[in-house]
């Protein structure tokens, strides 16, 4: 089902990332207060278009920008060698706050284990088309059939979503034993870039924890924004997974000449614990320059997305709950990595 949201002017501001009265909003909307509505609402479009304004392009010189785009979306790869991190909780509504913000947003399940499918509600069988079925594909073509493959979770193309199946693990196995299997990421993207270029302005990736031949070419083409998004939980286990990752990076260097970079984003963060203060000054001291300032708390909000007695009711907390602690957190994260990973929108400059 496609959600229609809309959302109150602190919400919109904190997406924004900007100090506006709520007039000046409102005018730069473009729009009216409805008739007998005590507070306006946004939606996505309207922060699209506000962005738009802001930049002093009006609705036909936004039109042609569109039109004229060939630029494949900003790439957002979000990796971890460990499970557990909260890392496709924070894939989800990271995709589904750049859109709730204005960007269109593809958001790609990588993982065999589809958690982020489960918390979109999204449920396919094996005969359905997923990223590990066009990984395995060689041709240069456009693949004619992704457009069908693809779930509208926000209105007016805001929000798209590629889910997963098990049966992915099975093109995890072929692509071991294929010949330069880290470049199939990369050549996906290539052969669809008219298609993408059109229809997204970002693609958020949330791959499988440990190494696989789809994380690591996903990984790979990280090589083009310079990073990939590494979630870590402020604990021991996290801080050696990140070690490993180093190394996966290491070797993909080694082998390709390309370097891939990552940037760290702290989730779960509990300042009461003594072993996350413990753990937060390892950090600080060892990977200062890779973590991002936005820090994402432990709340209990994150496991309030999940509604075992009505599924209508799961749904990214973001969208579910935008005023609460955890969304502020992540809509705080957005607007940081906006200018990291260069996203921005046809006709305006990163």
Do not use: C, W
Request: glycine letters at 6%; zero cysteines.
């Amino acid at each position: 089902m496609t959600l229609d949201i809309e959302f109150k002017t602190a919400v919109a501001l904190a997406l924004l990332g900007k100090e506006f009265s709520s007039k000046r909003l409102l005018e730069l909307s473009g729009r009216e207060k409805p008739r007998g509505q005590h507070h306006m609402k946004y939606t996505p479009t309207d922060l699209r278009s506000i962005r738009y304004r802001l930049a002093g392009l009006g609705p036909e010189e936004q039109q042609k920008a569109i039109a004229k785009n060939k630029q494949l979306p900003a790439l957002i790869v979000t990796r971890m060698t460990k499970g557990g991190v909260g890392k496709t909780s924070l894939s989800v509504n990271t995709a589904a706050a750049l859109a709730m913000a204005g960007f269109r947003t593809l958001l790609i399940d990588a993982d065999p284990q589809r958690s982020a499918s489960i918390l979109l509600k999204i449920r396919i069988n094996s005969e359905a088309l997923h990223i590990g079925k066009l990984l395995t594909r060689t041709n240069n073509v456009r693949d004619s059939d992704l457009p069908e493959a693809l779930h509208h979770i926000i209105s007016d193309g805001m929000f798209d979503f590629l889910p997963a199946h098990i049966s992915m693990a099975e093109s995890d196995q072929s692509l071991a034993t294929a010949m330069g299997s880290y470049l199939r990421v990369e050549l996906f993207l290539e052969r669809n870039q008219e298609f993408l270029a059109k229809h997204y302005d970002a693609i958020v990736v949330d791959t499988a924890p440990g190494t696989t031949p789809i994380s690591l070419a996903f990984t790979y083409a990280a090589h083009v924004p310079g990073n990939i998004l590494t979630v870590v939980e402020p604990d021991g286990y996290s801080i050696e997974a990140l070690e490993s990752l180093a190394s996966n990076l290491n070797e993909i260097e080694m082998v390709s000449r390309k370097r891939v970079g990552t940037r760290i984003v702290i989730n779960k963060y509990h300042p009461t614990l003594k072993h996350v203060a413990e753990s937060m000054g390892y950090l600080y001291s060892n990977y200062q320059s890779q973590l991002i300032e936005s820090i994402i708390p432990q709340t209990t909000g994150f496991s309030r997305q999940f509604s075992t007695e009505d599924e209508s009711k799961t749904l990214p907390l973001v969208i579910k709950d935008p005023s609460s602690i955890g969304a502020s957190a992540v809509f705080s994260l957005v607007n940081q990595l906006i200018p990291i990973f260069g996203i921005t929108l046809p006709g305006l400059q990163k």
